[in-house]
């Protein structure tokens, strides 16, 4: 009987392990509360699809609420790597994204960034980018939401237009189970942070993932220096109107 893989990823509250749950009838912990609660890349019990034994991958968002972007990112490559070096390659990779979302917001596109680097664009037919949590929106809302996802460069757009698929889940196991029947379709593929790790030797700070991370922070602490700078400032010109004030 053929095996496949198949990992989920996507931002933290994105509906990742109730998926998997789903389709598989697992019982991995579901987060409720403000806290991510998939902190360690964890498989389902296998399941039969098709004729298929079906194992699903569980991964933390890079969003996560107690662990580092850093620590995500060399969590889930070791993990990747490994699996590569033991001989096994993935039948496709699914990224969950909440229709519900009233905005994309910086912390939603850098997930998609490092996504899109550990794939790299070679594997990109073999990804599914599925939008769920239609029930929480008005159709024509969730509508409007999806056009703009997929004709955006700043969103879907590029992994799109390189032969990503963008579907939607409505909730249901015959859902879900469409949406691995799609991926199963695609032969097996090796993603780029694999290829990078075990058959270039990289360090993951070399990897195009380790890269755009590195970048992210770098970014990410320039804004948080500026800002300092800019309170440091406000706090200064409020300190001289109050002397002002008690001059007076």
């Avoid at 990224?95 to 550990?118: P, T």
């Avoid at 239609?134 to 879907?156: C, H, M, P, Y």
């Avoid at 790790?197 to 991370?213: F, N, R, Y």
């Avoid at 948080?224 to 400032?233: D, G, S, T």
């Amino acid at each position: 009987m053929l095996t496949e893989a198949e990992s989920v990823m996507g931002a933290t509250g994105s509906g990742k392990t109730t998926f998997i749950n789903m389709a598989s009838k697992s019982n991995l912990r579901i987060g409720r509360g403000l806290e991510s609660c998939t902190h360690i890349v964890q498989t389902a019990a296998p399941f039969v699809l098709d004729g298929r034994t079906v194992t699903l991958i569980d991964t933390p968002g890079f969003d996560d609420t107690q662990k580092s972007d850093t620590e995500i990112l060399r969590m889930i490559a070791i993990y990747l790597s490994t699996a590569y070096e033991n001989g096994k390659k993935l039948a496709g990779v699914i990224y969950l994204h909440r229709i519900s979302d009233f905005r994309v917001g910086g912390i939603s596109r850098r997930n998609f960034k490092m996504f899109r680097e550990l794939c790299g664009d070679d594997s990109l037919k073999n990804v599914l980018i599925v939008t769920n949590m239609w029930g929480e929106v008005d159709l024509q809302v969730g509508l409007a939401r999806e056009n703009e996802l997929s004709s955006k460069d700043i969103f879907f757009k590029p992994a799109l237009d390189k032969g990503a698929q963008s579907l939607r889940h409505n909730n249901t196991i015959e859902s879900a189970h469409n949406i691995i029947r799609q991926v199963m379709r695609n032969p097996p593929v090796t993603l780029q942070i694999q290829e990078e790790l075990v058959d270039q030797k990289k360090d993951i700070s070399e990897t195009a993932a380790g890269i755009e991370l590195t970048k992210e922070l770098r970014e990410q602490a320039e804004k948080h220096r500026e800002a300092i700078v800019e309170l440091q400032r406000e706090m200064r010109g409020t300190c001289t109107v109050k002397d002002l004030l008690h001059c007076c």
